[in-house]
């Protein structure tokens, strides 16, 4: 589940890459990974004949790279534009199942902390509403590596894009999503996701 190093794009004041920068980007909303109950209760339906569904799943990063989208400057932060792939449904019980395509924004800070937002695309199945696209923007915060283990935690909000889905999605109104990643010192992420949806 290691990551191979990838060019990377720095935004126009900023010249270097630095290893902060290098493992933030293995993560993205993890971007890093889609993490909210453990349960799946059965989903309820609305007045509008609408299902709530809840969904919970396990992923890893397949792919990371630069992107060509247009950062911000912020103050005191070193900016890089990302993009790739997390594949999601690892594990037995996984009520969400597919790839979660994003790019994004990464600010690193004089602390070692980074903050991210994005934008991404999910293709697959989501038990109880059935299989598709969905888009959904995100916000996540990466922390500085513990000294030990160089290893940081990302933690990332995320909203679907209403009416924004495909397939049997087309009719999601609403959703959302929480995720936890660990982003190792080779840049492998991995971690568990949750949200909800109405479909």
């Given at each position: 589940?290691?990551?191979?190093?990838?060019?990377?794009?720095?935004?126009?004041?900023?010249?270097?890459?630095?290893?902060?920068?290098?493992?933030?980007?293995?993560?993205?909303?993890?971007?890093?990974?889609?993490?909210?109950?453990?349960?799946?209760?059965?989903?309820?339906?609305?007045?509008?004949?609408?299902?709530?569904?809840?969904?919970?799943?396990?992923?890893h990063?397949?792919?990371?790279?630069?992107?060509?989208?247009d950062?911000?400057?912020?103050?005191?932060?070193?900016?890089?534009?990302?993009?790739g792939?997390?594949?999601?449904?690892?594990?037995?019980?996984?009520?969400?199942?597919?790839?979660?395509?994003?790019?994004?924004?990464?600010?690193?800070?004089?602390?070692?902390?980074?903050?991210?937002?994005?934008?991404?695309?999910?293709?697959?199945?989501?038990?109880?509403c059935?299989?598709?696209?969905?888009?959904?923007?995100?916000?996540?915060?990466?922390?500085?590596?513990?000294?030990l283990?160089?290893?940081?935690?990302?933690?990332?909000?995320?909203?679907?894009?209403?009416?924004?889905?495909?397939?049997?999605?087309?009719?999601?109104?609403?959703?959302?999503?929480?995720?936890?990643?660990?982003?190792?010192?080779?840049?492998?992420?991995?971690?568990?996701?949750?949200?909800?949806?109405?479909?």
């Open positions: 589940m290691g990551m191979r190093p990838a060019a990377v794009r720095l935004t126009a004041r900023w010249g270097r890459w630095t290893g902060a920068i290098a493992a933030a980007a293995a993560v993205a909303a993890a971007g890093g990974a889609l993490v909210l109950g453990v349960g799946v209760p059965a989903p309820a339906t609305t007045d509008s004949g609408m299902r709530k569904v809840t969904w919970t799943t396990h992923g990063a397949t792919s990371d790279g630069a992107s060509d989208r950062c911000p400057a912020m103050p005191d932060t070193i900016a890089v534009a990302r993009q792939i997390t594949a999601f449904g690892d594990e037995p019980g996984d009520t969400l199942v597919g790839t979660y395509t994003w790019e994004g924004c990464f600010y690193a800070k004089p602390d070692g902390t980074i903050s991210a937002s994005g934008e991404a695309v999910f293709a697959g199945t989501v038990a109880g059935g299989t598709g696209t969905l888009r959904a923007t995100f916000t996540g915060t990466i922390s500085a590596p513990e000294p283990t160089g290893v940081r935690r990302s933690h990332d909000l995320g909203s679907i894009v209403p009416h924004s889905g495909t397939g049997d999605l087309h009719d999601v109104s609403r959703g959302h999503y929480e995720t936890s990643g660990t982003v190792r010192p080779d840049r492998s992420v991995s971690g568990p996701a949750s949200g909800r949806l109405t479909c």
